[in-house]
């Protein structure tokens, strides 16, 4: 049965552009929420049923024997047989999924402003990527804010011009030396010399705006994605360019998953209509947003479609947004927002899948005006499943769903995040699962870390946080998931992904770091935020996803065993005292900051500062392998829970320094006793052992409510 409030949304909200019978869905939806309610907790029983056998076994095993550990996790289930090859037969899906490359974007749903500006970062502005991060050396200019700084604006361009110059070069010459582009036969450039030149690959070129002698604007493309040379000679920074360009415009984040969790703190169901209002508003094309920015008020709304003639002067439509993905909550959490046969709060996830698909319907028939998939599909990304058997069970679910609102089957697609270890030991078995559905599967190094730490708690001690990443597993992990993706057949009709950069100030470092990414055949991965997604885009025009994949279909497939060997350091019985108080300030600073917010603020994801003030992207993913951390070197004598609570007081008031500009701020260190963010920080670590796989959502959704609760009271 559905909450009142729900119900009252559907019913005003939804139904009205929906193509049901409300009459049958309340019925439909009782009864899903009945057969399904059993089969998760069922699956959850297995999770800790799993993890208890695994937990006795190293305890009972203190030198890791690393066949017999693997016989062992044969054995019990954890890791099952491959069957033969397959490939995927997923159908109708967008060209943004199948087969174009590029940047994709990860936002809070809840947040309307953000959802609307990562929804509109298809497209942006590469002059002010440059221009406002530290990718161009500041120098003379670092001074930006006395307005335009011609000295950093000509470094600006001239990095944009390098980057045509590799993108789209010329038959002769550089980007560099033009003074006119015109459309005449394709486009031709006129350089400084007075010669004419032309492209040296014309395919590159695919529209213009204005007239043909004299284009406002030029369309190119380069490994599928757009640049946009925006023309004009009467703007400040136009007027100085020998060709009038007054910006590039790069296509960015061709997709963008709208986030209902990690990133989101939605704990009741008023939380939860507000996130669904946000997703069918988005899906309707009418979502917006009003706030004030320097005193000037501001309505964001989204994109249009941008229009364009091409080179034979027909106008055509490049989209404007990006396509939008919905993920879901994972198995874990119940809510208020319905109840089964029995009045037991329903698996939350039941009710994401449905909200999600019946908003996304309206969408599917809109023949007219906004439109999210032009191929028919809904997209849903799955987080935290542990293996096969959760993910067919999650097909099943779409299958039922599909079945209620009459689409077609399979009009569902399947996102699978390979965040879990019992998911990535048995990826291929995960994808069969999936294979009718499957659009997406991606590596996530932070939930990853954390279930390694967590799953093998008791077989030793886990070295510092930032050298994890250093160990054997990682590279497994993230060679493996490409080379299983490609060899199921995902080239052409999936994304294989990557994770996130966690620094969002540190755009110049990204710029260094993250061409990796699609340099391992990922065709898309995670970025903080618009900018960075411009910035990303550049590495897809510098390589060749396509053919990267191509060349890694041809090596060699990377072990499992290198997957099962466990991240641990043998610390010596003298080790330092100052090295353990140093890795604790850095991991309880880290969880109080992002605790005290998720809490007391309701900020589900944000920049908080580390205790170097350097500003990095939290969430519950982060939070968890933070928690887990150092329940491990509490588990195993490195730390006790003295030496942590005298930490944890401490960072508080580091943390409560970096907040005191904030009036909505209550410092921690002023009230121990009191303050909920505290308690919740302490039950994360100390009661880390009974959450289940060590997830924070129990904990901080307990006391966000409470919170909430008193709050409301006051």
Same mark, same amino acid.
């Given at each position: 049965?559905?909450?009142?409030? !729900? ?5 005003? +909200? ?35 049923? &799993? ?27 954890? *890791? ?83 980057? *045509? ?6 038959? #002769?010459? #550089? ?24 492209? %040296? ?18 369309? *190119? ?14 703007? +400040? ?18 997709? =963008? ?8 703190? @939605? ?53 404007? %947004?990006?396509l939008l993905f919905n993920r879901n909550v994972g198995f874990l959490m119940t809510s208020e927002l319905a109840t089964d046969s029995s009045g037991i709060d329903a698996p939350e996830h039941i009710i994401d899948a449905l909200l999600t698909a019946l908003i996304s319907s309206i969408d599917l028939n809109n023949s007219s005006g906004y439109q999210n998939s032009k191929a028919g599909s809904i997209y849903i990304v799955k987080p935290k499943m542990h293996g096969p058997a959760e993910v067919k069970f999650t097909c099943e679910l779409f299958s039922r769903i599909e079945s ?9 697609? &399947? ?8 998911? #990535? ?9 999936? %294979? ?22 008791? @077989? ?25 993706? !490609? ?7 999936a994304q294989i992904g990557k994770g996130m950069w966690a620094m969002p100030d540190e755009m110049a470092t990204m710029m260094q770091e993250k061409i990796k990414h699609p340099q391992a055949g990922a065709s898309t991965a995670w970025v903080p935020s618009p900018t960075a997604a411009v910035l990303h885009a550049i590495h897809y025009h510098l390589v060749d996803v396509k053919k990267t994949q191509e060349n890694i279909l041809n090596q060699n497939k990377t072990s499992v065993d290198s997957l099962l060997k466990i991240p641990l350091k043998q610390f010596s019985e003298d ?8 890795? !604790? ?48 070197? &509490? ?10 609570? +005298? ?22 260190? +002023? ?28 904990? !901080?959704? #307990? ?7 008193? =709050?409301?009271?006051?």
């Amino acid at each position: 049965m559905l909450h009142p409030k !729900l119900r009252h949304f559907i019913e005003q +909200e939804i139904l009205p552009f929906a193509e049901i019978d409300a009459a049958q869905l309340w019925d439909a939806i009782n009864l899903l929420i009945d057969d399904f309610s059993e089969g998760t907790r069922t699956l959850l029983r297995q999770r800790q049923d &799993l993890q208890r056998k695994i937990d006795l076994w190293h305890q009972t095993h203190r030198t890791l024997d690393e066949k017999k550990y693997k016989k062992f996790l044969r054995s019990i289930g954890y *890791l099952e047989t491959e069957g033969p090859d397959f490939s995927i037969c997923t159908e109708n899906v967008d060209a943004e999924i199948a087969s174009l490359s590029g940047p994709q974007l990860v936002v809070p749903l809840k947040n309307a402003r953000f959802a609307i500006n990562a929804a509109n970062a298809r497209w942006g502005s590469l002059y002010d990527a440059l221009y406002g991060s530290d990718v161009i050396i500041a120098g003379e200019d670092q001074n930006l804010m006395s307005g335009y700084c011609p000295v950093r604006g000509k470094k600006v361009i001239s990095y944009a011009r390098t980057f *045509l110059d590799s993108s789209a070069p010329l038959l #002769s010459g #550089s980007h560099a030396d033009v003074v006119r582009y015109q459309i005449d036969d394709g486009l031709a450039a006129i350089m400084n010399n007075g010669l004419k030149t032309s492209l %040296k690959n014309p395919v590159h070129f695919v529209g213009y705006r204005g007239s043909s002698p004299n284009p406002s604007s030029i369309l *190119l493309r380069n490994n599928g994605l757009h640049i946009h040379l925006v023309i004009d000679r009467d703007s +400040e920074v136009g007027n100085s360019d020998r060709a009038g360009i007054k910006d590039i415009h790069l296509e960015a984040a061709l997709t =963008t998953i709208m986030d209902c969790e990690d990133s989101v703190a @939605a704990v009741d169901v008023d939380d939860k209509i507000t996130v669904y209002r946000n997703w069918l508003e988005l899906m309707q094309g009418t979502l917006s947003a009003h706030f004030t920015k320097k005193t000037k008020e501001i309505a964001r709304t989204l994109n249009n479609d941008l229009r364009f003639l091409d080179p034979k002067g027909n106008e055509f439509k490049v989209a404007g %947004k990006s396509l939008l993905f919905n993920r879901n909550v994972g198995f874990l959490m119940t809510s208020e927002l319905a109840t089964d046969s029995s009045g037991i709060d329903a698996p939350e996830h039941i009710i994401d899948a449905l909200l999600t698909a019946l908003i996304s319907s309206i969408d599917l028939n809109n023949s007219s005006g906004y439109q999210n998939s032009k191929a028919g599909s809904i997209y849903i990304v799955k987080p935290k499943m542990h293996g096969p058997a959760e993910v067919k069970f999650t097909c099943e679910l779409f299958s039922r769903i599909e079945s209620i609102l009459r689409l077609k089957p399979y009009t569902i697609k &399947l996102g699978i995040m390979d965040e879990e270890r019992r998911t #990535s030991l048995n990826l291929k078995e995960c994808i069969r699962a999936a %294979k009718t559905r499957l659009v997406f599967i991606n590596t996530g190094f932070l939930d990853r870390t954390g279930d390694e730490i967590y799953t093998s708690m008791y @077989a030793g001690t886990v070295p510092e946080k930032d050298k994890i990443k250093e160990y054997e597993w990682i590279k497994s992990y993230e060679s493996r998931n490409v080379e299983i993706g !490609l060899s199921c057949g995902l080239r052409g009709r999936a994304q294989i992904g990557k994770g996130m950069w966690a620094m969002p100030d540190e755009m110049a470092t990204m710029m260094q770091e993250k061409i990796k990414h699609p340099q391992a055949g990922a065709s898309t991965a995670w970025v903080p935020s618009p900018t960075a997604a411009v910035l990303h885009a550049i590495h897809y025009h510098l390589v060749d996803v396509k053919k990267t994949q191509e060349n890694i279909l041809n090596q060699n497939k990377t072990s499992v065993d290198s997957l099962l060997k466990i991240p641990l350091k043998q610390f010596s019985e003298d080790v330092s005292e100052k090295f353990v108080e140093h890795e !604790l300030e850095k991991n309880l600073q880290s969880i109080l900051g992002y605790v005290v917010r998720w809490v007391e603020h309701g900020i589900g994801c944000s920049k908080v500062p580390d205790i170097n003030n350097i500003g990095l992207m939290e969430d519950r993913a982060t939070l968890r392998i933070s928690a887990v951390h150092i329940a491990n070197w &509490l588990a195993h004598g490195l730390t006790n829970q003295e030496q942590i609570l +005298e930490t944890m007081q401490r960072m508080a008031r580091v943390v409560d320094l970096q907040n005191s500009n904030d009036p909505l701020y209550t410092p921690m260190a +002023e009230n121990f006793d009191t303050s909920y963010g505290f308690a919740a920080a302490k039950a994360l670590i100390f009661e880390n052992h009974a959450l289940p796989n060590g997830y924070t959502e129990p904990v !901080l959704h #307990s006391y966000r409510i409470k919170h909430k609760n008193r =709050t409301a009271m006051c």
